[in-house]
């Protein structure tokens, strides 16, 4: 790490550190749903990035957050092995699905629609088991008052202090990712599978492993967002709605970029509050009009994302190797070969 | 007729075709050969407007047809029959014969139009309602021709008509490349089967890599001694 | 068998012909356009809006209130495809998705804004047939008639004019429909009309049966698009075929659970089969 780069992390640090202390409750509030929806968008962008747009990542999210809350309202079993077992069943649940849809080569429009589809399931599964789940009505946890053992704090420091931690975590594997083999072998993937395969990649377990890194992500944040707002409706943490939601943030803040996705999270998040309270409630729907209009003027002009556009125009010429990926700002995704035809 | 002045043609930064000039006259029968890759495709492509010409003219009976979409060029009287017949398979025989009739002043004659196809090939009345997909090639090379002669054109151009067609069939194609001339049809004929489309053809341009290489009279053409060897295997 | 089951196959059938009419103009969309639009049901919505606005408030009569509402949609569909399909007609397939998704967005939430998140129903009760002991809603069966003659109707305009057969030409070999003198450009503006006005005819046999609101299209659009792909996006008679499949496994599925769990049964069943068969039930 080069000089500047410390100094730079430091400053990060310091003000991460000063933020519960200085801003007012509302906004910290704010600032951790966007820590939290970062990490989540940056989980997606782990696949988006290389071209395996899933709608499905409703579902995981919605197993993340539903599973240990249902377990510690019914079950008392404490959200530190809740999490980790709803982690585990994102897991298997992405497995399950992922593992014939790649076998299959399910790609392009039909594996959008097919893990759109996984979302729907998840969510009229909650809504469906509503003697359990409370259905559309929501599922609130059982409040004990500060508890590390329930994993709930009434003080907003402390879920501050996990969701930039998580936060900063999601960008590490994300650069664990684009740094490792990763993401050579994925590129090459979604180039064209064959010739990937014919140059010796492993390509099922790339995929695979991606995946199931991404779902499992997204499950862990799910899971924090139920512990943080102590409230869950399968509507805001499962199916087509929120599976858009992470779709289009992390496309609008660009998915080739390490924070992306976050400034997907903080400009989408931070215009639905500012127009909301711009607003007021009686202009319901105003602020995701605006959203609206601006992702499909995003995906016709801006394709590779703000931070893309930001980067085409502050760093005009990169080094080669980085020059791939601001050099085709066509496509969000490249085309999977498959799908060219 | 026809008239292409140094019109040049390229695959985004790849050029196909260099500076290409030619002329037919009416009635004529023209003939382009050259090997795998030449050009000639593009070359027609180029003429129906499917890709733009880049640089150069082109004009139809004096009046300019550069730049103008595909669908506007047939509407001028050029008809193509692309490379590989191109029919639409999962449509019948006589609804690929109704598209070639789309343009509206040959939608307006339509059954006088089909009639005179089908008088030209009687074996396409006997299949009108098959699938253009389950015909036989030579059959389908026919459709293909017939759908192109339905907008009426004043000149056809053929992209290897030939091809992949068993002996037989081929003397077959090439006797109904007559027949059309003698309908008063121009013809501009892309052709490997070179000894043959010799015999059809008024006069013929050697294309290679894209340009232009030799042109000259049929009968000139097949006693040159660089075509005899190359192109016929003589 | 069970009067009740009978009674559920039943109100599946007629439920499919509605389902049919939706598949049918997605797929002709897809399979001339090659994009799908994610928003399509959410147009739908629109068409609700409008036939609830002009009936129910204004008083127009019902069948102008269709007719209006159905050519403002073939409007929409073209409005649609000039401003975001056109755009990102040479784009991925992806960013396709992403475009009209994003209109869904828009749209949901527009209907939000203007008219809040209501339900209201345009209030015309039909009345409801005794048949054997079974109860059949009239407006159902009066949905699945139109949709039939619907269908039957693009079957007919597909088939036997000029623009239906280079409708059909074009979705088979799009690259050399110029050389038959047609213009790939203005058949898209016809079929994104023609798609529009079959989300307005829907439109007019929903609201006969459905409250309006501005979610209403997260409740259609993702079956919609499951039929299409289990029918082979682009293949009308698949669509056609697996709209009745999908609607007896939520018929059924309804009979025997909850609603909400016969969709999950259908969404289940749908990615059982793309896994076993990608290309669709129909693919060769
Ligand atoms: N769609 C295309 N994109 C890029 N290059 C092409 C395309 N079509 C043809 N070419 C190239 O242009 C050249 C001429 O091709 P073509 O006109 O098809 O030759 P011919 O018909 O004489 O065999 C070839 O080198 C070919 O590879
Ligand atoms: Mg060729």
Redo the contacts between chains.
Sequence with gaps: MSGSRLVAAIVLLAVLSAIPAILPPYFLHLVIQILIWSFIYTAWALMGRFGFVSFGHGAFLGVGAYVPALLWNFYGLTPWLGIPLSIIAAVLLAAVVGYPCFRRRVVGHYFALVTLALSQVVLLSLVAARDVTGGSLGFTQKAVGHSWYALQFPEKGYFYAIAVLLWLAGLAIWRWIDRGIGREALEAISEDEDAAASIGIDVMRAKMRVTIISAGLTALGGAIYGQYVMYLNPETVAGIAVSLQIVFAAIAGGVYSLLGPSVGALLTLSLTEGLRVWFGTNFIGAANTIYGILLVLCIIFMPQGIVGALQRVTLPRRAPAKANATETPQSVTRRPSSAAQ | MLALSSVSAAYGSFQALFSVSLEIKRGEAVGVIGPNGAGKTTLMRVISGLIAAHEGTMTLEGRAITGLPAHQVVEQGIAHVPENRRLFPALSVEENLRIGAFIPSARARFSERLDWVYQLFPRLKERRAQLAGTMSGGEQQMCAIARALMSKPKVLLMDEPSAGLAPLVVAQVFELVRKIRAEGLTVLIVEQNVQQVLEVVDRAYLLEVGAIRLAGSAAELKQNSVIREAYMGL | MDIYLLEAIINGILLGGVLALLALGLNLIFGVVDV?WICYADIVMCGMYAIYFLYAQYGVPLPLACAIAISGLAGLGVLVHVL?IA??L??????Q???T??????????????F??DFRNIGVRLPVLEVATMYLSFARLIAFAISLVGAVALYFFLKRT?LG??I??IA??R??????????RRIYLAVSAIGGALAGLAACLLALQYDVH?FIG?TF??VI??IC?LGG?GNMIGGFIASFVISQIIAIGGYY??T??S??FA??F??VL??IR??GLFAP
């Excluded at chain 3, 690259?175 to 790939?184: F, K, R, S, T």
């Design positions: 799908v975001i755009p990102v040479r784009s991925p397939p992806l960013n998705l992403l475009a998704g994003g209109l869904l967005f828009f749209l949901q939430s527009f209907a939000t804004l203007l809040g998140t000029y057969t280079a059909r030409a088979q070999d690259e050399i429909v110029g050389l038959m003198g047609i213009d790939d501005p997260n659009g993702p698009f499951m792909v996006l659970g909850s909400e769990l969709y999950v969404f289940t749908f990615i793309m896994l990608p290309r």
